[in-house]
């Protein structure tokens, strides 16, 4: 890489022990159960979630073939109705 702002600047170690569990701490995923429902064979259903305005908004449930677990969204396993 080259130009402005490129060149190296040593890693400030205290630092970044300090914040490291903040930002990677021993977060779970927030989709973390309907993956591993999906992963052992669950059907899912997803909804867009209330605030999510571009994506509408709805209590509407639909079928979810492929999820991609995207954060405007929020999973479930599938109920017989």
Not at 10 to 26: A, L, Q, S, T, W
Request: glycine letters at 8%; one cysteine or more; a negative charge.
């Amino acid at each position: 890489m080259s130009g402005k702002g490129d060149t190296y600047r040593p890693v400030d170690r205290e630092k970044f022990g300090e914040n490291f569990e903040k930002i990677f701490g021993n977060k779970e995923h927030e989709h973390a159960e309907a993956m591993r429902a999906f992963a052992s064979g669950e059907k899912l259903e997803f909804r867009p979630k209330k605030d999510a305005s571009s994506y509408g908004s709805t209590d509407e449930w639909y079928p979810c073939d492929n999820p991609d677990f995207h954060h405007n969204f929020e999973y479930r396993i599938k109920r017989d109705d």
